[in-house]
């Protein structure tokens, strides 16, 4: 059963780096061809799609939103069936739960499933 | 940039059909799904492709989409129900989501 975790700092500072890990077990993510990707959810609020990776073999392809785009780096490594976000020059609007999931994303089709458990990251002073 | 619109809320008694609308400009030629998200919970996806339930959703969960409208459907809505709904798709290399419905059921 694919299943994974997030983990990396719940404190950040304004204007500094948000950096997350997201580690996936229960299957390899080099095996898998697939889409992985990051989502968040401030306090109260709804649901906003980062950015998502491709594996296949040794082709990558990342993509991100359009919003965030200019601050935002996803990579992955199959060695340690990882993958990672990096946010840059972080604010309090940062403030958020940052979750990843497997990303299915094929013509005409996009979902997410699995997702991690979700890991709180407070932009803060 | 293409935007998903769902209602802020919904109210249903229990036992009865919920429906969660879900609108975006030619919504029904590109394939839509639905996640629950209980509160403190993580959003679980209950419908994909429009239509389909992953395994372990209940049957009274279903799922349809043309034209404008992706549309959720719960049939005999329990109490457990009680969630925030998210309508999401794709357009342009871009993820979007709807910006939820809380379902209340009272």
């Known amino acids: 059963q694919l299943q994974l975790q997030e983990s990396g700092p719940g404190l950040v500072k304004p204007s500094e780096t948000l950096s997350l890990t997201c580690t996936v077990s229960g299957d390899s993510i080099s095996r898998i061809s697939s889409y992985w990707g990051w989502i968040r959810q401030s306090p109260g609020e709804g649901l906003e799609w980062i950015g998502s990776?491709?594996?296949?073999?040794?082709?990558?392809?990342?993509y991100y939103s359009p919003s965030l785009k200019t601050r935002v780096t996803i990579s992955l490594d199959t060695a340690k069936n990882e993958f990672y976000l990096r946010l840059r020059s972080v604010t309090a609007a940062d403030t958020a739960v940052y979750y990843c999931?497997?990303?299915?994303?094929?013509?005409?089709?996009?979902?997410?499933?699995?997702w991690g458990q979700g890991t709180l990251v407070n932009v803060s002073s | 940039s293409y935007e998903l619109t769902q209602p802020h809320s919904v109210s249903v008694s229990p036992g009865q059909t919920a429906t969660i609308t879900c609108s975006g400009d030619?919504?029904?030629?590109?394939?839509a799904c639905w996640y629950q998200q209980k509160p403190g919970q993580i959003p679980v996806l209950v419908i994909y492709k429009d239509t389909k339930r992953p395994a372990g959703i209940p049957e009274r969960f279903s799922g349809s989409n043309s034209g404008n409208t992706a549309t959720l459907t719960i049939s005999g809505t329990q109490a457990l129900d009680e969630a925030d709904y998210f309508c999401?798709?794709?357009?342009?290399?871009?993820?979007?989501f709807g910006g939820g419905t809380k379902l209340t059921v009272l």
């Open positions: 990776i491709y594996s296949g073999g040794s082709t990558y392809y990342t």
């Open positions: 999931a497997r990303h299915q994303w094929e013509p005409k089709v996009s979902h997410l499933d699995p």
């Open positions: 999401q798709t794709w357009d342009s290399s871009t993820v979007v």
């Open positions: 030619n919504l029904g030629d590109r394939y």
